[in-house]
């Protein structure tokens, strides 16, 4: 599986998905540059990490969406390639029409970090298969603006299509209330685009693959890609 | 521009004392021009001089074998081994925080995060240790909101995990909060980079964010008091991009990779001024700066302007000529501002050029050395009594007393804080926020880094030398409880006015108390940075020398936690325990009574206890370790057993007042679980090291349940500890 990270100025997780992907799968990824216009030939995976590309001055994403690169990740993904965006990704992803819906800032109005509960909708994708279906996993978030909110048909959408990826729950599994950690609405996480192919999802499964730093649960997600 | 007349006004107004300004005269042997007025105001101010404090900061322990490099230059340097130095530092950023609380409080950040990467290291942790007013003061919510909120603002877009701090609260920092700020990175110990010149007519590069008006005379503004109009020094509050310094991070590491780089400083406190002629001094050699190539964000600025701006995300460096494109090229790549500003000459002058004027021109070394030093007068602060557990009647249940001392200001749970910060990205904080101390794996390991930040300002105030040791005490003991060896330290030393010989003697007992602790234990001082005038309308903060310590953990697997792991383990003390009430947050928070002498450092017991444990960890035969502080043993035991999720009985405790034995805040002491078996061998080694070792009790159970009190049930002891702060915060 080959995979390639883009790094935006203000990406500051492109490290941290590059030790994931390299150490579950083995390969290690290739770093491309915000600037260049194509994607290493061959590439199967396209990975946008997380961080504060332009520093997310405008609006979280918008100048990113609109970079150089993002032509070639969008021609990747009509060609049916896979693609990966972490948190800013998942912001980038959206601001790039790649996904639909937006990121608004978190309910309360303040940045979190903490371990949180996913449950993870459906275990038949290429992100997921290593998963079970409603497995609840725990991993860590960090985002200022993870609010994830589109119109109803949308959300209906996405619901009907079975596009939901991961929910936010707490330990046992349940979803809403306190377990939801900042107003996303039907508490997504994460969501696939039509062909399953895009992954957008707010939670850093990058940051949960060793026992010695909080866990394992995000092994999950690069072992899918693996047989990618 | 019409530049003013020096009279005594504007003189004064730029911080300098009459007497000050005849050895400006004397040095240069003429009037200054108001260019050459602003360069000696930046220099010769507190913050930029140490001109109170150097003299005492001299006789503080900064050598090891370990340390690459002590005090002097942007950040200390130790030792790791296999190839690897830490460099480290904190700093204060208490003026400007309160004046405006997220711009203060996030440039604090970034500066002391450019003084780490500068020296060729790469940020892998912040910390920072926190004081606010009394929780009732009107303005303490809005600044707690703001700080908390312009830390996580810049450490968390800058990439940098933030794992640990402090959080304090006393009404005597009402109007005059701090905001202490400390970095750690990692460079390789060959390829440290300092702020030395050298080579004669050498390029001189400015590079990163454009210079603005942001931040003129801000380190005077440090140096000075303040009086009931500290809002309307607003406009000398810098702005943080965290972005730019990003691309300033990756930009001037990728150029040290290139080899051009000869010397780099970047412009903090006193921005271009004071990076500039540091630069030189140190190298023996002049400056000569052209400032009409100087990039700036606005119009028609003046040299004054320009030279005493302290826009962030701004660095200085000598080049060697040769490379100087191949390091441009790398500044287009980042999108970042790079302009040859000036060169090195062998003259020892300081020359500042701007529209084909000289604006500057000034004795290079005597700018730095000649600046004013001052024994000031200092009084030793007055002993006070010691107050016998025995006098002091318990106002309730020790029950009761536990539960409330957990929901205080300052001993409740700071989830609400650090949840605001980043901690986890890099993916090596291997302990994260709550515990002793804050575990950092080194790259893939096996090797970490430990941190902590300590200091206990009300030990302080009650008896200066004793709190000073105590803050270096306890950094060391944190560390160690983390099953570190502490290595070496920085100081952020915040005290009141210096020309108040009360206020003095404070600074002087302190950093008397931190040299003795530092040599005892074996702790060298590698930075650090000095704050005077903490003080509003005439009354002064509470002395508060903030340690930032630095531990080595051979391998972080080994590491040890505060939690609880299993029941039937046996709970241990470690060390004598006194009953010591006096200065006791007991005392304080729930007799209402904030007296007394603090509790006595006896060095030797801190280092025979400390060293007893960190072995038992180190061999594996512990598994939870909590250091005693704030709160005494009670306190100990229900984070423990907070952090583990698991309860404890505590049948046995050391002879004396039950509250005193229970609150009191005797130093040199842990609390240790072991299995029946390990604890058996424990208690022997313990007998055999001269170390004292009561075994209190088990683990186990859904409560923790104190002699001759009612169980406390987890989810009771977890709200006292959780509500606090959610619920001032308004959530």
């Known amino acids: 599986m080959k995979a390639a990270i883009i790094t935006f100025p203000g990406s500051n997780r492109e490290g941290d998905v590059f030790r994931a992907l390299a150490d579950v799968t083995g390969h290690k990824p290739v770093h491309v540059w915000h600037a260049d216009y194509e994607l290493p030939p061959g590439t199967d995976l396209v990975v946008l990490p997380g961080g504060f590309a332009y520093g997310d001055y405008l609006r979280c994403g918008a100048i990113a969406g609109r970079a150089h690169i993002m032509q070639a990740v969008k021609a990747h993904a009509a060609r049916g390639?896979?693609?990966?965006?972490?948190?800013?990704?998942?912001?980038?992803?959206?601001?790039?029409?790649?996904?639909?819906?937006?990121?608004?800032?978190?309910?309360?109005?303040?940045?979190?970090?903490?371990?949180?509960?996913?449950?993870?909708?459906?275990?038949?994708?290429?992100f997921t298969r290593a998963y079970k279906q409603n497995q609840v996993i725990k991993v860590c978030i960090a985002h200022g603006e993870g609010n994830y909110i589109a119109d109803a048909e949308t959300i209906a959408r996405l619901e009907g299509e079975g596009l939901v990826a991961f929910r936010y729950c707490d330990g046992a599994g349940?979803?809403?209330?306190?377990?939801?950690?900042?107003?996303?609405?039907?508490?997504?996480?994460?969501?696939?685009?039509a062909d399953r192919k895009v992954l957008g999802l707010m939670p850093h499964p990058e940051n949960l693959i060793d026992p010695l730093v909080g866990g394992i649960d995000g092994r999950g997600l690069f072992t899918s890609l693996m047989a990618a | 521009m019409n530049e003013p007349a020096l009279t005594p006004e504007?003189?004064?107004?730029?911080?300098?004392?009459?007497?000050?300004?005849?050895?400006?005269?004397?040095?240069?042997?003429?009037?200054?021009?108001?260019?050459?007025?602003?360069?000696?105001?930046?220099?010769?101010?507190?913050?930029?001089?140490?001109?109170?404090?150097?003299?005492?900061?001299?006789?503080?322990?900064?050598?090891?074998?370990?340390?690459?490099?002590?005090p002097g230059e942007n950040a200390g340097v130790i030792d790791i081994g296999d190839g690897?130095?830490?460099?480290?530092?904190?700093?204060?950023?208490?003026?400007?925080s309160f004046i405006e609380p997220y711009q203060g409080a996030a440039t604090g950040v970034g500066g002391i995060l450019r003084d780490v990467f500068t020296m060729g290291a790469r940020p892998i942790a912040c910390l920072n240790a926190l004081r606010f007013g009394a929780p009732e003061h009107p303005k303490t919510r809005h600044l707690v909101a703001g700080v908390v909120a312009g830390i996580g603002g810049y450490g968390n877009s800058f990439g940098v995990p933030t794992v640990g701090g402090q959080v304090g609260?006393?009404?005597?920092?009402?109007?005059?909060?701090?905001?202490?700020?400390?970095?750690?990175?990692?460079?390789?110990?060959?390829?440290?980079?300092?702020?030395?010149?050298?080579?004669?007519?050498?390029?001189?590069?400015?590079?990163?964010?454009?210079?603005?008006?942001?931040?003129?005379?801000?380190?005077?503004?440090?140096?000075?008091?303040?009086?009931?109009?500290?809002?309307?020094?607003?406009?000398?509050?810098?702005?943080?991009?965290?972005?730019?310094?990003?691309?300033?991070?990756e930009a001037c590491l990728e150029l040290m990779q290139t080899g051009a780089v000869i010397a780099i400083q970047d412009m903090g406190a006193a921005g271009l001024t004071s990076s500039a002629v540091e630069m030189g001094a140190k190298g023996n050699l002049g400056i000569e700066l052209d400032l009409d190539a100087l990039p700036c964000r606005e119009e028609r600025m003046s040299a004054y302007e320009m030279m005493l701006s302290e826009s962030q995300e701004r660095m200085l460096m000598v080049l060697d000529p040769a490379r100087a494109e191949i390091a441009k090229a790398v500044f287009v790549k980042?999108?970042?501002?790079?302009?040859?500003?000036?060169?090195?000459?062998?003259?020892?002058?300081?020359?500042?050029?701007?529209?084909?004027?000289?604006?500057?021109?000034?004795?290079?070394?005597?700018?730095?050395?000649?600046?004013?030093?001052?024994?000031?007068?200092?009084?030793?602060?007055?002993?006070?009594?010691?107050?016998?557990?025995?006098?002091?009647?318990?106002?309730?249940?020790?029950?009761?007393?536990?539960?409330?001392l957990l929901a205080t200001p300052d001993l409740c749970s700071k989830r609400w804080v650090w949840e605001q910060y980043d901690h986890l990205i890099l993916g090596n904080s291997v302990?994260?926020?709550?515990?002793?101390?804050?575990?950092?794996?080194?790259?893939?390991?096996?090797?970490?880094?430990?941190?902590?930040?300590?200091?206990?300002?009300?030990?302080?105030?009650?008896?200066?030398?004793?709190?000073?040791?105590?803050?270096?005490?306890?950094?060391?003991?944190?560390?160690?409880?983390?099953?570190?060896?502490?290595?070496?330290?920085?100081?952020?030393?915040?005290?009141?006015?210096?020309?108040?010989?009360?206020?003095?003697?404070?600074?002087?007992?302190?950093?008397?108390?931190?040299?003795?602790?530092?040599?005892?234990?074996?702790?060298?001082?590698?930075?650090?940075?000095?704050?005077?005038?903490?003080?509003?309308?005439?009354?002064?903060?509470?002395?508060?020398?903030?340690?930032?310590?630095?531990?080595?953990?051979k391998d972080v697997a080994q590491a040890a936690s505060i939690g609880f792991k299993q029941a039937d383990e046996v709970i241990m003390l470690i060390g004598a325990t006194q009953g010591w009430l006096g200065q006791s947050l007991y005392l304080r928070d729930i007799c209402g009574l904030e007296r007394g002498a603090p509790p006595p450092v006896d060095l030797d017991a801190e280092r025979r206890n400390g060293d007893f444990v960190r072995e038992l960890i180190a061999f594996g035969e512990v598994s939870a370790v909590h250091d005693i502080a704030d709160g005494g043993l009670g306190v100990a035991l229900a984070e423990m057993a907070l952090a583990g999720n698991l309860g404890a009985r505590i049948t046995v405790l050391p002879q004396g007042e039950a509250h005193g034995v229970l609150f009191g805040e005797d130093q040199a002491r842990y609390i240790i679980t072991a299995t029946t078996a390990n604890s058996l061998r424990i208690a022997k080694a313990a007998g055999q090291a001269g170390v004292p070792l009561v075994a209190m009790g088990v683990t186990g159970?859904?409560?923790?349940?104190?002699?001759?009190?009612?169980?406390?049930?987890?989810?009771?002891?977890?709200?006292?500890?959780?509500?606090?702060?959610?619920?001032?915060?308004?959530?």
């Open chain 2, 431 to 553: 302990q994260q926020p709550g515990g002793d101390a804050a575990v950092v794996r080194v790259g893939d390991g096996p090797k970490g880094l430990a941190f902590t930040t300590d200091v206990t300002p009300r030990y302080c105030e009650a008896d200066p030398v004793e709190g000073g040791k105590q803050a270096v005490a306890e950094a060391w003991r944190n560390l160690t409880a983390s099953g570190a060896r502490p290595l070496a330290l920085t100081d952020n030393l915040n005290f009141g006015n210096p020309e108040k010989p009360e206020a003095m003697g404070q600074l002087v007992g302190c950093i008397r108390g931190i040299g003795e602790a530092c040599a005892a234990l074996d702790f060298p001082v590698v930075s650090g940075n000095v704050s005077l005038y903490n003080e509003t309308q005439g009354r002064g903060i509470l002395p508060t020398p903030t340690i930032g310590g630095v531990g080595l953990v």
């Open chain 2, 10 to 70: 504007l003189i004064a107004s730029h911080g300098l004392k009459p007497d000050e300004y005849q050895r400006i005269l004397k040095l240069i042997g003429r009037a200054p021009s108001f260019t050459e007025l602003g360069i000696f105001s930046a220099m010769w101010n507190e913050h930029c001089s140490y001109k109170s404090s150097r003299l005492h900061l001299r006789g503080l322990p900064t050598k090891a074998p370990w340390v690459i490099q002590g």
């Open chain 2, 169 to 249: 609260f006393h009404t005597r920092y009402d109007g005059n909060i701090l905001v202490n700020a400390m970095a750690v990175g990692l460079a390789r110990s060959d390829a440290i980079f300092y702020a030395k010149a050298t080579g004669v007519g050498n390029p001189i590069v400015y590079l990163g964010s454009k210079t603005g008006r942001d931040g003129i005379h801000g380190a005077s503004m440090a140096s000075a008091a303040f009086e009931a109009d500290a809002e309307e020094k607003r406009p000398t509050v810098q702005v943080g991009d965290p972005f730019a310094e990003k691309l300033l991070l």
């Open chain 2, 84 to 96: 690897e130095a830490c460099v480290f530092k904190m700093e204060s950023h208490n003026h400007p």
């Open chain 2, 334 to 404: 980042w999108g970042l501002d790079f302009a040859i500003v000036g060169k090195t000459t062998d003259n020892l002058r300081f020359v500042v050029k701007h529209g084909g004027e000289v604006k500057a021109d000034l004795p290079i070394k005597e700018l730095g050395d000649e600046a004013p030093l001052y024994d000031r007068p200092w009084v030793e602060t007055p002993k006070q009594a010691v107050i016998e557990a025995r006098d002091v009647r318990p106002p309730v249940g020790h029950d009761v007393a536990l539960l409330r």
């Open chain 2, 701 to 731: 159970g859904t409560a923790l349940t104190l002699p001759d009190c009612e169980p406390l049930p987890l989810p009771r002891l977890r709200e006292a500890h959780e509500h606090w702060l959610p619920s001032f915060m308004g959530d």
């Open chain 1, 81 to 126: 390639g896979l693609v990966l965006g972490i948190c800013n990704g998942f912001q980038i992803l959206v601001e790039s029409g790649l996904l639909p819906g937006v990121l608004m800032r978190n309910a309360n109005l303040r940045f979190v970090c903490k371990m949180q509960h996913l449950r993870v909708e459906r275990a038949d994708t290429p």
């Open chain 1, 174 to 193: 349940k979803v809403g209330g306190a377990a939801n950690p900042n107003g996303s609405l039907h508490d997504i996480a994460g969501i696939y685009s």
